[in-house]
């Protein structure tokens, strides 16, 4: 008995070592959504651009899009912020926005200094539609299909590498088209 108990310790162990190494092989920026395959959260909230103005997930249908989660407190938003304006500008795809978290004059003026990607932006402050998409933080995006149903969804920055990816998710929504 006193031998089991000494190899007690090493089985832990072996069992923590091989649990740890599972968790090496994982992305970290797969963060599984239960909204895909989904439409929209319905939602009523302002225009960055227009407090009179109020938006829903309706707005957000008629063509295969992106929608990006940013804000002006976020780093990572202002890394990726010349890929979306060149997704935008020079492959003509439809980015949608929601300013999450943020102040409505610094995001504007931010968009000015930086350019605006966006077709539509949707002022978030309190992240009540962040939250009903399950959105960590930002910047998350999102590939919406013609009917505003959640097709793919990823976590982090948008750049070179990860625009081949969502460009094929979004082509075979359009029939190869885009």
């Given amino acids: 008995m006193r031998r089991l108990i000494l190899f007690f310790p090493l089985l832990v162990f072996f069992g923590l070592g091989i649990f740890l ?11 599984p959504s239960a909204l895909i395959g989904k439409p929209m959260p319905a939602f009523q909230l302002s225009s960055l651009y227009d407090e009179n103005q109020t938006l829903t997930e309706n707005d ?7 929608l990006n989660v940013w804000a002006t407190w976020c780093p990572t938003c202002k890394q990726e912020h010349d890929q979306l304006n060149k997704i935008a500008r020079e492959e003509g795809v439809t980015i949608y926005g929601i300013n999450y978290k943020d102040d409505r004059a610094k995001a504007n003026d931010w968009l000015q200094r930086y350019q605006d990607p966006y077709a539509r932006n949707i002022f978030d402050p309190k992240g009540t539609l ?3 998409l399950g959105v960590y933080g930002a910047p998350e995006t999102y590939v919406l299909d013609k009917d505003g149903i959640i097709r793919y969804r990823h976590v982090g920055e948008v750049n070179e590498k990860v625009w081949q990816q969502l460009r094929e998710v979004m082509q075979q929504l359009d029939g190869g088209a885009s």
Wanted: without cysteine; hydrophobic residues 40%.
């Fill in 21 to 31: 190494w599972r968790g090496l092989q994982l992305d970290p920026t797969e963060l």
């Fill in 60 to 66: 957000l249908r008629g063509t295969p899009a992106l």
């Fill in 130 to 132: 962040g939250l009903d």
